[in-house]
Nanobody
């Protein structure tokens, strides 16, 4: 079992940046691949970014490729999502998720084992 708590959300103008963090507690954090997802009002939760346990392999949704960067610090049991050049369409609740298979990068919500409570990101135009 692992518990995930996101932070760092807020309101920013278009073109701005935010850095989300997800703190993990419970079982060994480095045993999990990690992902970020988001859900806008009236829409399904969608994949944003993911990385394997070591951080050596990452994958991004086309909509955020080149603007967002996922990273992790296994010594601090934390995963981050650096978001640059934000657009109004990035407005959503952002969730981090953990996958018990450390070497897999998966993009479907049903494939992840643990979820945080989410943090709101609002990008104004």
């Amino acid at each position: 079992q692992v518990q995930l708590v996101e932070s760092g959300g807020g309101t920013v103008q278009a073109g701005g940046s935010l850095r989300l963090s997800c703190a993990a507690s419970g079982r060994t954090f480095s045993s999990y691949a990690m992902g970020w997802f988001r859900q806008a009002p009236g829409k399904e939760r969608e994949f944003v970014a993911a990385m394997i346990w070591s951080g050596g392999s990452t994958y991004y949704a086309d909509s955020v490729e080149g603007r967002f960067t996922i990273s992790r610090d296994n010594a601090k049991d934390t995963v981050h999502l650096q978001m640059n050049s934000l657009k109004p369409e990035d407005t959503a609740v952002y969730y981090c998720a953990a996958l018990k298979t450390p070497l897999r990068i998966l993009v479907r919500t049903v494939q992840y084992d643990y979820w945080g409570q989410g943090t709101q990101v609002t990008v104004s135009s």
